[in-house]
């Protein structure tokens, strides 16, 4: 199994809302930061969100639309997407930072594991 399952996609109209999960299927998930990125053919994986620290951060883009989320009794983290555009579909993808060091959230090498994605289609 992956390290990292997410789960929660598919496609609604521009300007809905969608709920994304990630979850660690064989244990306890208790990483020193979680993130979301997302990625479209062709291009690098973009930082969307990530939670460390008990604080929370945010790509510009999504500010005051998007929220990262830890339910601990879930074993998961999640992003909840408001109003999304269409040019926000894309495959987004969990990522886990296992150990202590920096502060580098906006940057997909920082993090450890990774999980498969999830598609987002937010259509216009």
């Known amino acids: 199994q992956a390290l990292l399952v997410e789960s929660g996609g598919g496609r609604v109209q521009a300007g809905g809302s969608l709920r994304l999960s990630c979850t660690a299927p064989?244990?306890?998930?208790?990483?020193?930061?979680m993130g979301w990125f997302r990625q479209t053919p062709g291009k690098e994986r973009e930082f969307i969100a990530s939670?460390?620290?008990?604080?929370?951060y945010y790509a510009d883009s999504v500010k005051d639309r998007f929220t990262i989320s830890r339910v601990h009794a879930n074993n998961s983290v999640y992003l909840q997407m408001n109003n999304l555009k269409p040019e926000e579909s894309g495959v987004y993808y969990c990522a886990e930072r296992r150990s202590y060091g920096g502060t580098w959230y906006a940057q997909a090498s920082w993090y450890d594991y990774w999980g498969r994605g999830t598609q987002v289609t937010a259509s216009s």
């Open positions: 939670a460390f620290g008990g604080a929370t």
């Open positions: 064989l244990r306890t998930l208790s990483a020193h930061a």
